[in-house]
């Protein structure tokens, strides 16, 4: 008797499998056979499921999204002091750059689908929760007592530095690793600043 699989496993077979024909094949290869042929079902079963193709390229964001939730999760469970806050912070602003091969294909799978899909309404929802996490992350480690006129200078600029080392490495001109060197550098000259200045107080 053929074993019957649960929906929810069926449902993740086709994120996984529009996340990996993104990659491969760009926002255009995003087709019901696609998928099909992906996940060894028939198009007429996948249609079944997704009845219009234009339900499909939200399920690879999806994919990208829980295993981003995951990761979160699983570096929360396992950080250790790591000095200062804004140290800690900083580290978690790192870890959420596109740093290896994996998180790479993530970040240019995301990109591909939400510029691709800019005017629907997950894909500006998936920018607005991004945008907010790193501007809240951001926010935390710039210390309040800067002045007034410079702190959202600094805000903006680690902000910039973040994102421009992820638009590198989605468009293959930085590798992965550089990425965080890149960061990491930004945030070890800030915080040697703030720290002559006598701006980050003790942890």
Do not use: C
């Not at 468009?171 to 550089?178: F, G």
């Amino acid at each position: 008797m053929p074993r019957i699989i649960p929906l929810a496993d069926r449902v993740d077979g086709v994120r996984e499998a529009v996340h990996t024909i993104t990659l491969r094949d760009g926002i255009e290869g995003i087709t019901h056979l696609a998928v099909a042929q992906e996940i060894y079902a028939s198009a007429s079963t996948l249609k079944r499921m997704f009845a219009s193709a234009s339900d499909l390229p939200v399920l690879g964001l999806q994919w990208v999204e829980r295993r981003t939730r995951y990761r979160r999760g699983l570096a929360a469970s396992r950080e250790l002091d790591e000095g200062h806050p804004a140290a800690r912070l900083g580290n978690m602003l790192i870890r959420e750059l596109p740093h290896d091969r994996t998180l790479a294909d993530h970040a240019r799978v995301w990109s591909a689908l939400t510029s691709g899909f800019a005017r629907h309404d997950w894909s500006i929802a998936a920018v607005n929760a991004k945008q907010l996490y790193l501007a809240s992350l951001v926010d935390e480690i710039v210390p309040d007592e800067l002045p007034e006129e410079i702190r959202p200078f600094e805000a903006s600029r680690l902000l910039a530095v973040h994102l421009g080392a992820e638009a590198g490495v989605v468009a293959d001109t930085l590798r992965p690793e550089e990425s965080a060197d890149v960061v990491s550098r930004h945030l070890e000259e800030r915080f040697a600043a703030w720290q002559r200045e006598g701006l980050l107080g003790a942890a």
